[in-house]
């Protein structure tokens, strides 16, 4: 298990961050976005869409009504489980195929189904600051 911890100061800074993570990640690669309502998740998203090539920052949204949105003909899936109550109903999106398949997923609440997550994963904690700045604290598993 490694674990690293970085500071952003702007939502800017937390885009560029990202970006730079997700060129290091292998394919396929299963990323767990935590962190409160607010905390930069989706800004995090944006990063890594950038950093994969699969979309400009500006068209990546929180998918929570939709559930998934894909980007980048494939390359990746942002997943929000926020409004899911039970494993299964997680279970039936079909994440077993989305996790096989050769892209990355970032899945946005998922801490609420640990059982579902694969071994080999990404844990990314978002932390918003009292000084507006983000803590992100990054551990690899296994």
Partial sequence: ????????????????????????????????LSGELGAGKTTFAK?????LGAAPADEISSPTFALIHEHGGGRLYHVDLYRLDTEAE??????????????????????RF?????????????????????RIQITELP
Avoid: K
């Fill in 114 to 134: 640990p059982r579902l997550l694969p071994e080999d994963r990404i844990e990314i904690r978002i932390e918003a600051q009292p000084d507006d700045s983000r």
């Fill in 90 to 111: 997680a279970a039936s999106l079909g994440l077993d195929e989305i996790l096989a398949r050769p892209a990355v997923v970032l899945l946005e609440w998922a801490e």
């Fill in 47 to 51: 990063g890594v869409a950038e950093g």
């Fill in 1 to 32: 298990m490694r674990q690293r911890t970085f500071i952003t100061r702007s939502e800017e800074e937390t885009i560029a961050l990202a970006a730079e993570l997700a060129r290091q990640w292998p394919v396929p690669c299963c990323v767990v």
